[in-house]
């Protein structure tokens, strides 16, 4: 079993930087692939960016790629997600997940198996 407590969302202007971090409990956590999901309003959740269990794998959304960067710290038990020259359409609920490592896609939400609650972006024009 792994808890996930999202925080670091904010409001923001374009062009500005956030970082946000899910905190995780649990002794497997190291064992865990994560992912940074975002939700806006009248929209399917997306997948935004996933890091391996073991910090060496990273995958992005095109959408984000190159701005924004997924990191994990397994002695802290956190995931972050440094986001740089933000644009209003990154507005949304930002949500980390983790899933089984070598299961399914990383851009799948349906492969997660924990969920936080989300924090919420907003970037300004």
């Known amino acids: 079993q792994v808890q996930l407590v999202e925080s670091g969302g904010g409001l923001v202007q374009a062009g500005g930087s956030l970082r946000l971090s899910c905190a995780a409990s649990?002794?497997?956590?190291?064992?865990?692939?994560m992912g940074w999901f975002r939700q806006a309003p009248g929209k399917e959740r997306e997948f935004v960016a996933a890091?391996?269990?073991?910090?060496?794998?990273?995958y992005y959304a095109d959408s984000v790629k190159g701005r924004f960067t997924i990191s994990r710290d397994n002695a802290k038990l956190t995931v972050f997600l440094q986001m740089n020259s933000l644009k209003p359409e990154d507005t949304a609920a930002y949500y980390c997940?983790?899933?089984?490592?070598?299961?399914?896609?990383?851009?799948?939400?349906?492969?997660?198996?924990?969920w936080g609650h989300g924090t919420q972006v907003t970037v300004s024009s």
């Open positions: 649990g002794p497997t956590f190291s064992s865990y692939d």
């Open positions: 890091i391996g269990w073991s910090g060496f794998r990273t």
């Open positions: 997940a983790a899933k089984a490592p070598y299961s399914g896609r990383y851009s799948n939400a349906n492969e997660y198996n924990y």
